[in-house]
């Protein structure tokens, strides 16, 4: 018989449903990387893709234990910043010429990770050069490139990635494609070369698109660190400053308008797609 | 018969009340607050005990203000025997 | 003594690139100094290891060479006026993040596309700071193959020294032309790096970063007073220069690079003539030798600057000569050589005939 009455019993549940039972370091189950992520507010509007691709990168670098091997290079965009929120040697690259600075990098210690983050304007416009090369050249480097199809840091000009139709500061009655072209698939482009390893495409606007994100990093890293080329993972993401509505609102267009133009999943992979 | 009871703390002062946790959750746990923290943003805040630790709502928060617990537990088996208290 | 050989001037330069244990150079072709990137191609691999990398552009160059200097590597790269055009930006990103590599601009005659010949119309460029914002290179300026060679090594302590670009700003003859050269013994390539590298960062130390965004005022202009302490102690530690026969001399010939070259002949033509003509070539362009043209000035009837341009180090000459005695410019442009002949004329012509 057990020593406990029912109503004993009952109430040591009731006790550790208590919140302040549950809220213990054993039931931890998910905090931020105290290592890599520096712990300081992000200057990113609310509901941002960037951050939350800050916050799982991150989380990649330190669950793979590689911060201390990993240089990275910040573009000039709205994460021209990234650096004061990665713990991680890095280094600020002119507008677009991150696959250079990374290149260079990856070049004189080939042993190290490299990545590089890049928006849309830095990768695609001023900087399709740089990436394009890089990609032909198969630089074993990882790029993060977050395409929201506008120019954020700057307020809201079109981007390479703008869709047809877009309203933005610099097409203020939609993107005409008869004037200011088509939208650039990059990510497609780059596939064809082979010296491309990687090229996924993936979101954070859902949980488990989330996830799908974290697990392509860190897919990406491990082919980097076999040397199977080079990698990209692009982030279709959101902007809800300069399309003036809030995160949710931005999230929805992402889901509704950004992804079947920009659709998700893996475009080449090493094993062969 | 197990139990899942999950709960989630939010860095109240770093939040930005974006509402994609709002969103994220199942279980309608999360709600945004009328105050406001020191930024100026009305943040998030948990209204329920329903939270099952399933982290949708830390994976799309893009300020990495929540942390989540979960506790597993094991409801005990009713007995013949059970002796009242007087 | 080191080892002699008869080389071409770009050549010497890679040369003395692979001895001075450069780790990397990353570059793109142009004329007229495409030997560069050809000859450590062909070289650099098999004797130091260092990495010889072919760009798609100079603007992608310049960004590697950043890249690479931020870890703390010793790096070059060479090109010419359109291509140095190119690279202005990146310039001014290696000066605003305190990084140390040397560049050399093998001129040829513009402006524009121009022309394939020699030219020094790019002094302004280099000296006044031709990227935006306030910096300067410092510029070295060689008039003689061995001078190309001496210079890299120069280059790379002084770059290294004030963790500044530096560069040798040389012209497409002295790139093309051959004389033989003593090279320097082999440097071993570097093993450890300066304490600021972005090489991974270190358990227990705050991890690096290399910048030149200082979004706040008061920060940036911190930061431009530390690079102007650094420049003001380069102009009273680092300057150079050559002056030849100035102690009797009634006029001074000047120029720099291949310019002084051929006044040293025109100067030659002068003393047989019964002129007692001296030279003052300045070695380092920035920081000029505004001292020694201020001394000789107010002991000489006139000073006669000769220059493969429109008139660019002419300036700064008679800024440091304040008035002090006539300064008188002769330059050809668009990559035509003067001869010592026609600045002997222009010499009698403007200071003896001219009364001047």
Known sequence: MSDKTLIDMEAEIAESQKRENICLEENLIYRKPEDTLIDTPMHYCPGCGHSTAHKIFMEVISEMGIQEETIGVAPVGCSVFAYHYMNVDMQEAAHG???AVGTAIKRIMPEKYV????????????????????????????????????????????????LPGMVTTTTPFGRDVSIQGYPLRISDMLASLPGVAYITRQSVHKPNNVKRTKKAMQKALEYQKKGLGFCLVEIVSNCPSNLKVTPLQANQFVEDKMIPFYPLGDIKTPEGK | MAKVLGEIVIDIERCKGCELCV?????????????INSKGYQYAITVNHDCTGCMNCALVCPDAVITVYRKVIREPRKTANVVEAN | MGELKLMKGNEALAEAMIRAGCDAYFGYPITPQSEVLEYLAREAKARTGMVVFQAESEVASINMIYGAAGCGRRVMTSSSSPGMSLMQEGISYIAGAELPCLLANVVRGGPGLGTIQPSQADYFQAVKGGGHGD??????????????????????????????????????????????????????????????????KKPGKDRNYITSLHIQPEKMEEINLRLQAKYKKMEEEEVRYVTMDTDDADYIFTGFGLGARICMKAMQIAREKGFKVGLIRPITLYPFPTKIYHEIAPKVKGILDVEM???????????SVNGKTPVEFYGRMGGVIPSPEEIFEH???TFIEGGK
């Open chain 1, 97 to 99: 010429r991150a696959c």
């Open chain 1, 115 to 162: 990545f590089t983050y890049q928006g849309d304007g830095d990768l695609a416009a001023i900087g399709t050069a740089e990436t394009v090369h890089a990609a032909n050249r198969g630089e074993n480097i990882l790029v993060i490139f977050i395409n929201n199809g506008i120019y954020g840091m700057t307020s809201g000009q079109m981007a390479p990635t703008s």
């Open chain 2, 23 to 35: 969103d994220a959750c199942p279980e309608e746990v999360i709600s945004i607050s009328d105050t």
């Open chain 3, 135 to 200: 910096y300067k290179l410092i510029v070295l300026a060689p008039s003689t193959v061995q001078e190309m060679v001496d210079f890299v090594k120069l280059g790379f302590e002084l770059a290294e020294k004030y963790r500044n670009p530096a560069m040798i700003l040389t012209d497409g003859a002295v790139g093309q032309m051959m004389e033989p050269v003593e090279l320097f013994d082999q440097m071993p390539r570097k093993t450890e790096f300066p304490e600021w590298a972005t090489i991974g």
């Open chain 3, 309 to 319: 341009n429109a008139g660019q180090m002419v300036e700064d000459v008679r800024l």
């Open chain 3, 347 to 349: 010499f009698i012509k």
